[in-house]
């Protein structure tokens, strides 16, 4: 198996040769045959084992045999001890997902601070087919179905190849000694039963089921790779940039078929996962929005706007008199002028003596109306926007500036008429706006 493994790292993970790597390890036989294979193909590795104090002094005995090995072996290791019990108190779940949060946790905090590149865990060919089982009886699409990919960023997994069997075989083989946890024999847990019960009887009417499993893996990793580039296409015909957000036309999304897929394979990776909510946003009124962790979808009119959730910014700013410039969320650029002069929109001219200090710059909110420059009357701001043809984001990204709660001008767009310059201006304010 050795030769095997080494033949895999220089075709599939020539990378590792080079790299800092944590090995996560938790003494069970997985964990351990990897760690001998590493050491002799003369890997980089660092030991990490971490010890979530569920089985009391059986925990113990792992993390001082993990220590062991790795004195034995002349390479480093870290532990790390969790309170798991108090986690799921805290954060609720079940205790092998609290696990497996402590876990990749801990593991990204390492590569952050002790320069680690990458992070190689013990996944092999059985634990894929558990994990393919587990999610088809779940209800998956393809992505579930291709079950644990060989690498995820900086997560490696160089024994997905092998199968449980070979690792046995070759630890034998090589007298390597390794703990049980016991707790991979309790049937309460959903993965034990698919390892003891299921996959026995599937390997025994089909000998090779593990085989022919891997080979199916294969085909379904080429349609997703077809599906995949058909998509990226789909994309850039229906996906409209424009600075920091995307148009997509709901018009022509509609013609997609089927929706539910192509809605999924779209939107996925800006974390929406509740289709029903994604499709029903299609047909409702303008406004209407969705967010996922990272990301904001927002009905607007025959579009569907999405863009990054933003980080909460201040929502106004005080402009005391002979303050000449604001660099923040917005920059603003005071300065006395003795003429008037054509000017872009981002460029707006006031009577001084019309303004009362301290001047605000805020958001725009419902209710606000102010004098349009060149108009007779008043206007709502929201008729305003609508008539400019404003899109929902635009609307609660704009900038007021306001004198006594008095719009002066709608930043980057129209002065109000009551703050013009006339024949009885005497000192001119010129303001220039930049984002």
Request: with cysteine; charged share 30%.
């Amino acid at each position: 198996m050795l030769t095997q493994f080494k033949n895999n790292l220089q075709k599939s993970f020539p990378f590792l040769k080079k790299g800092k790597l944590l090995l996560a390890c938790s003494g069970g036989l997985d964990s351990i045959a990897l760690t001998h294979l590493c050491f002799k193909s003369e890997l980089d590795i660092t030991l990490a084992h971490c010890n979530f104090n569920l089985r009391d002094a059986e925990s113990d005995g792992d993390e001082t045999f993990v220590k062991k090995l790795a004195s034995n072996l002349g390479i480093p290791s870290i532990t790390k001890s969790f309170d798991t019990k108090n986690y799921i108190q805290e954060n609720g779940g079940s205790v092998q997902m609290a696990a497996r949060e402590l876990r990749y946790q801990w593991f990204e905090r390492l590569l952050e601070t002790d320069g680690f590149d990458y992070v190689l865990t013990a996944h092999h060919a059985d634990d894929n087919l558990e994990t393919f089982l587990i999610n088809l009886s779940r209800g998956s699409g393809i992505e579930g179905l291709r079950g644990i990919p060989e690498q995820n960023n900086k997560i490696v997994r160089p024994l997905l190849g092998f199968s449980r069997g070979q690792i046995l075989e070759y630890a034998k083989s090589e007298g390597i000694d390794w703990r049980e946890d016991s707790s991979n024999r309790e049937s309460k847990y959903l993965r034990n039963k698919v390892r003891h019960e299921i996959v026995p009887k599937l390997k025994e009417m089909h000998p090779t089921f593990l085989n022919n499993f891997i080979q199916t893996q294969t085909y379904l990793e080429q349609t997703n790779s077809l599906a995949k580039n058909h998509v990226e296409a789909i994309k850039i015909h229906l996906f409209e940039a424009e600075e920091e957000r995307i148009k997509i036309r709901i018009a022509e999304l509609l013609q997609l078929k089927p929706l539910d897929a192509y809605l999924y394979q779209l939107f996925h990776e800006y974390g929406f996962t509740d289709w029903n909510s994604v499709k029903d946003l299609l047909n409702t009124i303008s406004g209407k929005e969705i967010v996922s962790k990272t990301h904001k979808l927002l009905k607007d009119r025959e579009y569907l706007i999405l863009s990054k959730l933003e980080k909460e910014e201040q929502e106004f700013f005080l402009i005391e008199e002979g303050v000449g410039q604001i660099n923040s969320a917005i920059n603003i650029k005071m300065e006395k002028v003795g003429s008037l002069e054509e000017s872009p929109k981002n460029i707006a001219f006031f009577d001084k003596e019309k303004l009362n200090y301290p001047l605000m710059l805020r958001r725009w909110e419902k209710g606000d109306y102010f004098y349009p420059f060149g108009m007779q009357g008043k206007k709502k701001l929201s008729k305003y926007f609508k008539d400019e043809k404003l899109d929902t984001i635009s609307k609660k990204r704009q900038w007021l500036l306001c004198s006594n709660n008095e719009i002066v001008w709608v930043v980057g767009m129209r002065p109000d008429n009551r703050f013009k310059v006339d024949e009885s201006t005497k000192n001119i304010i010129k303001i220039t706006f930049s984002i």
